[in-house]
């Protein structure tokens, strides 16, 4: 149950964390749209560092 | 250009010899996978309600032993056809077709072969003790007198993996042999060359360095395509799930965590083991985070994150196909079954794009591992 409600809490974080990194990106490149290759596979990159991290917590909390 | 000739021939050579090695340690490693919690099917495989269906996803989510397409229930006859196989039992080894199994995944069926007997149960092939006639089973479904055997059998995964191998070599084998007859590749080699530039440029050059991404090409990209095609076999209705097995998965990060381990710069070591420019006390402490995170955390990651997008994806599509039984009730058999047509069509079209991301990114994170342990610091 406990793992549960923590596995939970994870991705809720994950979730908060997604939207900080999508938003910032889409802000930046709006701001500089020459660097959007850049700004894009920095993105990828902390998004999938983080999905790691969710997807740990659920297969471990599961 | 020449430059480029001369690193494809390079790419050729170890591609080959990478994906002959991958075929043989994933075949050994895919015997290994799949967990315990899975449960008998009914009769005639008839799927209707919500506990059949989730019995039903989970079976496809695991390795079979051939491939199954459908069942009619007023028959009872199955669509499918078997794969080999290959047991390495107490008696030695034993081969036969999946179909004397008859679909029996529940230890009903018993085949005998020169004084062994085989059944199914879950999936997984187990032999019976010295003079059992049948599969005893106690209170949590566990056989009592039969046991699991070193399974070495050609199963779905194990054939989708020959069939990457095989489509890898024909496609690159093709690929490389048109650069011998001038700059520009023909055939397929027009579609597999910008990807295997834009491998080169935007993955491994910026993150391993100019001077020594070349060495890494071949893991890189036979890791790239490899992904790429398993993750597009499992779109199709075969049926593969083979990026979605842990043990396929662990393999290839072990392959990743080796190859940056073992190609370490000597700083690398230092800042590992001994990180300059900290105090003492702090340099033990250091060491160990470090270690475990080159060791465990960063191939688990990688392992993982392929895993569960893959699975989950799986487990969305037919979870989606299955909206056309369970809301059938709900809102009649035309909305339910275009409802849920149209959903997984939409998510099925996303997942065409994840295959190539997940691809992209084992790849990225794994170059970017390998940069790390190649990079060499200036020393002031």
């Avoid at chain 2, 997942?351 to 790390?372: K, N």
Wanted: charged residues 15%.
């Amino acid at each position: 149950m406990y793992n549960l409600i923590g596995a939970g809490l994870i991705v809720i974080g994950g979730g908060i964390g997604l939207g900080q990194i999508g938003g910032k990106a889409m802000e930046s490149i709006a701001r500089q749209p020459e660097a959007a290759g850049k700004i894009q596979t920095a993105m990828i990159i902390i998004g999938a560092l983080l999905e790691g991290l969710a997807f740990g917590a659920l297969i471990l909390g599961k | 250009m020449l430059l480029f000739r001369k690193e494809i021939m390079i790419a050729k050579q170890s591609i080959k010899f990478l994906v002959v090695l991958f075929t043989l340690t994933t075949t050994l490693t895919a015997f290994a996978n799949g967990g315990d919690h899975e449960n008998q099917h009914t009769k005639g495989n008839q799927v209707d309600s919500p506990d059949e269906i989730r019995e039903y996803i989970s079976h496809h989510l695991k390795d079979s032993h051939d491939f199954h397409f459908y069942s009619d229930n007023a028959t009872g006859r199955h669509f499918s056809f078997p794969l080999p196989v290959i047991v390495w039992t107490s008696e030695g080894l034993r081969t036969f077709m999946s179909s004397e199994f008859h679909h029996d995944d529940a230890g009903h069926v018993i085949v005998e072969k020169d004084g062994v007997k085989l059944t199914k149960i879950h999936s997984k092939i187990h032999e019976l003790e010295a003079g059992a006639h049948q599969v005893k089973f106690d209170e949590y479904h566990h056989a009592v007198n039969a046991h699991r055997v070193l399974d070495f059998s050609i199963t779905k995964s194990v054939f989708g993996m020959l069939l990457a191998g095989l489509l890898m070599l024909l496609g690159f084998g093709a690929l490389a042999r048109s650069y011998k007859k001038g700059h520009v590749p023909t055939g397929i080699g027009r579609f597999l060359e910008p990807l295997v530039i834009y491998v080169r440029d935007e993955i491994a050059k910026p993150n391993i360095g100019e001077k020594k991404y070349r060495k890494f090409m071949g893991f890189l990209l036979t890791v790239f395509f490899f992904i790429w095609i398993l993750n597009l076999l499992g779109l199709t209705p075969l049926g593969f799930n083979v990026t979605g097995q842990i043990a396929v998965t662990a393999c290839l990060a072990i392959f990743t965590m080796l190859i940056y381990m073992f190609s370490g710069s000597k700083d690398f070591w230092a800042h590992t083991l001994w990180m300059p420019g900290v105090p003492y006390l702090l340099r033990i402490p250091l060491a160990i985070i470090e270690l475990v995170g080159f060791v465990l955390i960063k191939p688990f990651s990688l392992l993982v994150r392929l895993f569960a997008n893959m699975t989950a994806g799986h487990f969305v599509v037919m979870s989606l196909i299955a909206l056309m039984i369970t809301m059938k009730e709900a809102f009649g058999p035309v909305t339910s079954t275009g409802m849920s047509l149209v959903l997984a069509l939409f998510i099925s079209v996303i997942e065409i794009l994840v295959a190539f991301l997940q691809a992209f990114i084992f790849t990225m994170l794994s170059s970017l591992f390998i940069g790390m342990a190649v990079e060499e610091h200036d020393h002031h």
